[in-house]
Nanobody, 121 residues
Framework: QVQLAESGGGLVQAGGSLRLSCAASGRTFSSYAMGWFRQAPGKEREFVAAISWNGICTYYADSVKGRFTVSRDNAKNKVYLQMNSLKPEDTAVYYC??????????????WGRGTQVTVSS
């Protein structure tokens, strides 16, 4: 069992940066790939980024490639999403998830409650 809690969301102007954190409880955190997803009002949940259990492999949605960076610290049971050059279309609730490496939400078994990111123009 893994419990996840996101933090670091907020309001930022376009072009700004935010760093999201996801804290995990449970001794098995390091055995899971971690993903970040987002959901904007009226839209479907969207894959953002994923990182393998050991941090070696990363995978990004085309819409965030070159702007967002996913990383993890297994010693601290944390995963991060550094978001730079933010755009208004990045506005959404951001969720972290633990499970199988990839872009498909159904591959992830555990989810946090989300943190709101709002980018003003």
């Amino acid at each position: 069992q893994v419990q996840l809690a996101e933090s670091g969301g907020g309001l930022v102007q376009a072009g700004g940066s935010l760093r999201l954190s996801c804290a995990a409880s449970g001794r098995t955190f390091s055995s899971y790939a971690m993903g970040w997803f987002r959901q904007a009002p009226g839209k479907e949940r969207e894959f953002v980024a994923a990182i393998s259990w050991n941090g070696i492999c990363t995978y990004y949605a085309d819409s965030v490639k070159g702007r967002f960076t996913v990383s993890r610290d297994n010693a601290k049971n944390k995963v991060y999403l550094q978001m730079n050059s933010l755009k208004p279309e990045d506005t959404a609730v951001y969720y972290c998830a633990a499970g199988r490496f990839g872009r498909n939400w159904y591959g992830y078994d555990y989810w946090g409650r989300g943190t709101q990111v709002t980018v003003s123009s």
